[in-house]
Each structure stands twice: as C-alpha cells, then as structure tokens.
C-alpha cells in the first residue's frame, strides 16, 4: 500500500538580514513535509522492509518534490538541497532511514532539480515537537560551503508514536554574507587532492 499521509506541512522562510546587513540576495528556504503512519507499526521487528519501501518511498519522494518546485518556481532555481525523516517513539531509526535512503524517493527531487550530488541527510527518532532538522548542500558541488544551510523546524502533533516525518528541503541561493571559502582553498593550501582531503 502506499504511504497513509496523515498531512503535509510547506515551510517557507526568507532571509533578508543577516549579521545586521541586508541582504544583496535574500536567501529563501523550503521544506516540503509528510506526516505519515510507520508502515512497520505494529509488526514487531521486520527483517524484510523493501516491500513497503517500494510501496511508499517512490510517492513521498514524487510528491515532497512537486511541493519544493512549486514553491520555488521551478527545478532550475533550486541551488541546495537535502533530506530528513523523524520516525516515532514506537519505531526504529531504521524506519526513518528506510523511506529516505531509496533512490526510489530521492531520484525524484535530484532528476527535477538537476543535480549531481547526494542529498544531504538527518535520519532520527523523536517524540510529537521534535526538532526537524534539514541538512542542505550545493547541488552540484559538495565543496561549495556557501551552501551548507540547515532548515529548522517542528510540527506540533507528529511524529505519534507510529508515524514518521518525512521531509525534503531546498534553498535558493547561499548564506548571504558568507565569507569562510570553500574546501578547494583548504585542499590547496595544505597540498591535499580532493580525492583524498586527509592525506591518509
């Protein structure tokens, strides 16, 4: 069956002064979030989860990402991106992990946005209020540290015990002052490869 969504939540914010400076480009986050039963509740522990990940992720992840582009007025203008799930008191980290680590509910946002790397993610397990925290990075480039934004944000009522918060997030544009480089200065100047930033 399908995922059983309980609600959707769209979380905008707008960023237009940071540090006491305005901002030349307001930074604008997106989250787009499902509240939906645990498909495992109730079952005990299940050895097998990939029938109800095929049944449930592909949705999610259709649906998540047709919110994000709406919002944002299109694939093309998103720059970061990432993932998150909260699973409920009742349930395994693995459950949250299970509906979000499937390219089967990835593959949707990184085809509609046109991106090359892998969606940042939390994965975690919460009571109802919990803080859902949204990892982003550039959506081309892992290195470009403009674009390492975290959403934050709750939903009052969820996750229940027997339900999982799904999320997917996306920013247009990077911090606004951001001013600490990128990882490619760093690799230069200590003589490192980005193949092997530790030099182990």
């Known amino acids: 069956m399908p995922a059983e969504i309980r609600k959707t ?8 002064i940071e540090g006491g400076k305005a901002a030349e480009t307001p930074l604008k986050m997106i989250a787009a979030v499902a509240v939906i039963k645990n498909p495992w509740a109730g079952q005990g522990f299940v050895e ?3 029938p109800a990940i095929h ?12 919110m994000i582009l709406e919002a944002a007025g299109g694939g093309g203008k998103v720059e970061g991106y990432g993932k998150s799930a909260i699973v409920g008191v009742n349930g395994e980290v693995e459950h949250a992990s299970a509906l979000i ?4 509910f990835g593959n949707h946002f ?19 209020n919990a803080s859902l925290q949204i990892p982003l990075m550039d959506k081309n480039d892992g290195g470009r540290r403009s674009h390492y934004l975290t959403i934050q944000l709750s939903v009052a009522d969820a996750p229940g015990p027997d339900e999982i ?11 606004p002052h951001h001013r600490i480089g990128d990882r490619y200065q760093d690799l230069k100047e200590l003589g490192h490869d980005v193949d092997n930033p530790a030099a182990v």
């Open 9 to 16: 939540l769209l979380h905008v914010e707008e960023t237009l």
């Open 48 to 50: 097998d989860l990939r």
């Open 55 to 66: 049944d449930c992720a592909p949705g999610l992840g259709e649906k998540l990402t047709a």
């Open 101 to 104: 680590h499937t390219l089967r």
């Open 110 to 128: 990184r085809e509609a946005v046109g991106a090359k790397s892998y969606l940042a993610f939390t994965n975690t397990r919460g009571p109802a």
């Open 165 to 175: 918060v799904i999320a997917l997030g996306a920013s247009i544009g990077g911090r």
